[in-house]
């Protein structure tokens, strides 16, 4: 890293630096140079100033002992009395990476009365599951569960966290990346390992446009998020494997600033998420009404329905009915896109979706790019057509 600074006493306020910057990054506050966000830190102020009194300083960065953090450790949620699916997803992932280096895979489990669900990771080839059973542990408070986690990393240093981007998740990991001064990576959709043990990190970037490859270049650990239904999970063995290792809970999760006055549980809710099965309307629908024949053909699939960005901006429906981006992972087995264009930051997260039917009345839109069938027809009259063929084949 390098910032420009500017020597007080050696400044005369004469202005050349301002007019030698091809950015305009700089103002002159009450007789002095001032740097804006336009700065690049380029040094042609530098040497523009007759007087020496500005400087360019670089910072030095320490590099850590890599070969000190080894293994990949994935932290296995428990929500609502179950192993969030996303942690099987994670565990699947940490093994392929941690192969070729002849890492271990870890998991943490932290919760009340999780004994069940630490027998259940068993079964993934997880090398070590450790284990931090408290009633302190009953429900997520952020700094306990970190406290935890933090306990964890620093008794066995993983080179790799991986945490599930559910609410639980997004709120642990940023907070233990602090706790380490390192990166972390939000919402990855794809991981690689490279030979120097740093981990990839690819998402897309600028709304979607770039899939950028980030790398956590001197710190360790290296923590990513990664979304439900984008990786996948191994098969269950039904030969358990791996230890099981109780933690007693550290010090510092004893004294939390936090404390719970009462619980209302939510009623679970469906995920489209997890549909099998979905329907999706895009823009082509031309009124909210419409989205009545979506509903209706998602139904007789025994599916879900989903929209695309756009109608969840007018309102005809709520955010958790969105793919993409900015919405939800979809992984169905079997997707029906209607009107929908397949905007790289809708098609990202439903790609991977088994079997992908696409209603365009546009033979270019690049939701054909992703799709098995290509229907290039009117909604309007296909999806009626489905409908109509669906409740006969019921008859
Ligand atoms: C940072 C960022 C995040 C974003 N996140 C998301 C996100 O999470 N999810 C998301 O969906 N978008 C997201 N977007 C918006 C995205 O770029 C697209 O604008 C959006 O996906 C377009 O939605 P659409 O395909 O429904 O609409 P359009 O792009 O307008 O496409 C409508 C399609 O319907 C077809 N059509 C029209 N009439 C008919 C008909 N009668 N029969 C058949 N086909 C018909 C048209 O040919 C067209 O291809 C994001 C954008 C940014 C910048």
Redesign the pocket.
């Known amino acids: 890293m390098a910032k420009i600074a500017v020597l007080e006493r050696k400044c005369t306020g004469c202005g050349l630096c301002q007019r030698g910057c091809p950015f305009g990054a700089i103002d002159m506050a009450n007789g002095r140079p001032a740097f804006n966000a336009a700065c690049r830190v380029c040094g042609l102020c530098v040497k523009a100033c007759p007087n020496q009194a500005i400087v360019k300083l670089e910072t030095r960065t320490s590099t850590v002992d890599k070969s000190q953090w080894r293994d990949i450790l994935v932290f296995a949620e428990v929500s609502g009395g179950r192993l969030h699916p996303v942690a099987l997803e994670l565990i699947g992932k940490a093994r392929e990476l941690a192969a070729p280096l002849g890492f271990k895979v870890r998991a943490i489990l932290a919760g009340s009365g999780v004994a069940a669900e630490a027998m259940e990771l068993r079964h993934y080839d997880v090398d070590e599951i450790a284990v931090y059973d408290d009633p302190q542990l009953a429900y997520f408070r952020a700094d306990v569960f970190a406290a935890c986690v933090e306990d964890y990393i620093r008794a066995v240093k993983p080179s790799v966290v991986l945490v599930g981007a559910t609410s639980l998740g997004r709120s642990l990991a940023p907070r233990l990346a602090t706790r380490f001064r390192t990166g972390l990576t939000a919402d990855c959709t794809k991981l690689e390992m490279r030979e120097n043990t740093d981990l990839v990190q690819i998402r897309p970037a600028f709304?979607?446009n770039i899939m950028a490859q980030i790398v956590t270049a001197n710190t360790r650990p290296q923590f990513a998020t990664v979304r439900y239904k984008v990786m996948n999970a191994p098969a269950r063995s039904d030969e358990p494997s791996g230890a099981i290792v109780q933690r007693v809970l550290p010090k510092a999760a004893r004294e939390s600033r936090v404390s719970c006055v009462g619980v209302t549980p939510v009623p679970p809710k469906t995920s489209i998420s997890d549909a099998e099965i979905l329907v999706v309307g895009?823009?082509?629908l031309?009124k909210e009404a419409d989205l009545a024949m979506i509903r209706h053909l998602a139904a007789l699939l025994g599916g879900d329905w989903a929209v695309?960005?756009?109608?969840v901006e007018k309102g005809w429906a709520t955010n958790e009915r969105?793919?993409?981006?900015?919405?939800r992972t979809v992984r169905p087995r079997l997707i029906i896109t209607?009107?929908?264009?397949?905007?790289?930051?809708?098609a990202t997260?439903m790609r991977d979706s088994e079997f992908i039917v696409a209603?365009?009345?546009?033979r270019a839109?690049p939701?054909f790019d992703v799709a098995h069938v290509a229907i290039v027809?009117?909604?309007?009259k296909v999806v009626p057509e489905l409908i109509e063929k669906l409740k006969e084949a019921r008859a």
């Open positions: 709304g979607g895009g823009r082509g031309q695309s960005r756009p109608l969105q793919i993409g981006l900015s919405g209607c009107g929908v264009s397949g905007a790289i930051q809708f997260c209603i365009n009345t546009d839109a939701i027809d009117d909604l309007y």
